[in-house]
């Protein structure tokens, strides 16, 4: 089965910085690429960042460009979101996904919210 349970999220001023990490089980994590999507209250999803199987390749959301480093520790089986120069619309609900055998799975997401 496969699970994806994040953690790292918090409350934060503008400026400040948050590290969200997701632990995955259930699958060959390695083979798989990997995202952080995240939602705000009364908005669609927006896919932050991805990173890819093959060399690591990154991905970014122009509005965090600069600011977020996604990687991933295939040894740990984790897919980190280091995020700096938070802003408060940033705030939202992140969670990291994979897409398996045409199945996208999420995990139950971690709040984030940046508030002076």
């Known amino acids: 089965e496969v699970q994806l349970v994040e953690s790292g999220g918090g409350m934060v001023q503008p400026g400040g910085s948050l590290r969200l990490s997701c632990a995955a089980s259930g699958f060959t994590f390695s083979t798989y690429d990997m995202n952080w999507v995240r939602q705000a209250p009364g908005k669609g999803p927006e896919l932050v960042a991805g990173i890819s199987v093959f060399e690591g390749i990154t991905r970014y959301a122009d509005s965090v460009k600069g600011r977020f480093t996604i990687s991933r520790d295939n040894a740990q089986n984790t897919v980190n979101l280091q995020m700096n120069s938070l802003k408060p619309e940033d705030t939202a609900v992140y969670y990291c996904?994979?897409?398996?055998?045409?199945?996208?799975?999420w995990g139950q997401g971690t709040q984030v919210t940046v508030s002076s």
């Open positions: 996904n994979v897409r398996r055998g045409g199945v996208i799975y």
